[in-house]
């Protein structure tokens, strides 16, 4: 039996624009990555591919090359992007990756990067980066990979956005970068609270959007961001263990989401085996199950 826990990594957990100023440096300025390690799974396992990505690449590059690794995106908004062609393993005819992400309209996985990394963009395209890359469109539906199983559910956002639900074992993780609570009446579905409730209920960990506080949400409704005070409270009523609280508006500092940190401590800590606002470089582990408990 494997004891190691699961282990998160942020590489990236600011929202909608990097931010390279001193005064965000403890949170750190860097947008979407996050990395996760399952014991026993020597394939890389990442969410997003923001400026965090590029990070991270460079570490695995000092390592050498024979990388392979999974790399699932939310959507293609810039900051969930912009560090995919500055990740070093993807020109290194020795790594192979495949890229999964939803389709956004009649575009798939391929035609978006493609587009991103078109002429008019960025010096190189697709075609020139030398890995073995293969970008499959994906539905919600769950895609096993032995070791662990990945699925998502549509997000509340400006464009087509998956909320990635990762199961490996006993555990889950859910990672939802990009989400509007509160607008989730989807009519065309159903209530869209419900049905995210009970897609977290009971998850070890929710990695989810917290770019503003309730007072600034009423003049940003349809932004396809949440409140803080809106996830904390719905993460508590599913059951959520731990809860990691993510992509940082970049015009806060350092000291108004320590603010923000002090009051959720302060009001939620005993109802969470953890919480708190993601600093990047965080690793957050999913301790094993106690192996004496078992025996009981
Ligand atoms: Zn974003
Ligand atoms: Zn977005």
């Not at 996830?231 to 989401?257: M, N, Q, S, W, Y």
Request: with cysteine; net charge negative; aromatic share 10%.
């Amino acid at each position: 039996m494997n004891s190691k826990p699961i282990q998160i990594k942020l590489w990236g957990v600011r929202g909608s624009t990097p931010c390279a100023n001193d005064e965000n440096m403890r949170y750190g300025g860097n947008t979407s990555c996050v990395q996760v390690e399952i014991p026993g799974e020597d394939a890389l396992l990442v969410f997003d591919s923001g400026t965090g990505f590029r990070n991270l690449g460079n570490e695995l590059h000092g390592n050498g090359a024979g990388h392979k690794g999974r790399v699932f995106i939310t959507h293609p908004h810039w900051d969930h992007l912009q560090g995919f062609p500055f990740f070093k393993p993807f020109y290194d005819v020795e790594n192979s990756f495949r890229i999964y992400m939803p389709p956004n309209g009649d575009m798939g996985c391929q035609e978006i990067l493609q587009g991103h990394m078109s002429n008019t963009f960025f010096p190189v395209s697709m075609d020139m980066l030398e890995a073995d890359i293969n970008c499959i469109t994906t539905d919600p539906e769950p895609i096993d990979f032995g070791s662990y199983q990945v699925e998502y559910m549509w997000a509340v956002h400006t464009v087509p956005t998956a909320i990635y639900k990762l199961t490996a074992g006993n555990s889950t993780i859910v990672y939802a970068p990009d989400n509007e609570i509160m607008l989730g009446d989807r009519k065309d579905v159903h209530d869209f609270r419900k049905e995210f409730i009970s897609y977290v209920k009971g998850a070890d960990l929710l990695l989810h959007d917290s770019q503003y506080n309730r007072e600034e949400y009423k003049d940003r409704k349809g932004w396809g961001h949440s409140a803080w005070e809106e996830v904390v409270e719905l993460a508590e009523e599913a059951g959520v263990k731990r809860l990691c609280l993510i992509h940082h508006d970049p015009d806060k500092d350092d000291d108004t989401l320590d603010e923000v940190n002090r009051e959720v401590q302060k009001r939620y800590a005993s109802k969470f085996e953890h919480i708190g606002l993601a600093k990047e470089g965080q690793v957050i582990s999913l301790d094993p199950p106690d192996p004496f408990l078992a025996l009981v």
